[in-house]
């Protein structure tokens, strides 16, 4: 959906995809449990790398180019790992 909705003419940094992973890390956190993983925990854990400011503001782009839409359905979830070769249902019917 990211690269759905960014335009053809974007380009990135190199470090482009660990602030996306990063953002998307936050954001799924935070979406996912009501006691979600600090910012500062992430600072410290990228070493200093990234700021509290510059993670907070790589949320909120992230946030907006997703028009705020966190929501996976399970078809959606379905479909990617088809597109991987995965069956999901297969997969988490084996067990542990």
Do not use: C, Q
């Not at 993983?37 to 909120?60: C, D, N, P, Q, Y």
């Amino acid at each position: 959906r990211l690269s759905a909705r960014l335009p053809r003419s974007a380009t990135g940094n190199p470090d482009s995809p660990y602030r996306i992973f990063l953002a998307a890390l936050l954001l799924a956190d935070k979406y996912w449990s009501d006691r979600a993983v600090k910012v500062m925990s992430l600072v410290a854990a990228t070493g200093g790398l990234f700021r509290h400011r510059e993670i907070l503001a790589m949320e909120r782009a992230l946030l907006r180019i997703l028009a705020f839409d966190l929501y996976v359905s399970a078809e959606h979830i379905r479909g990617f790992a088809a597109n991987l070769g995965i069956d999901i249902d297969a997969t988490l019917s084996k067990p542990l």
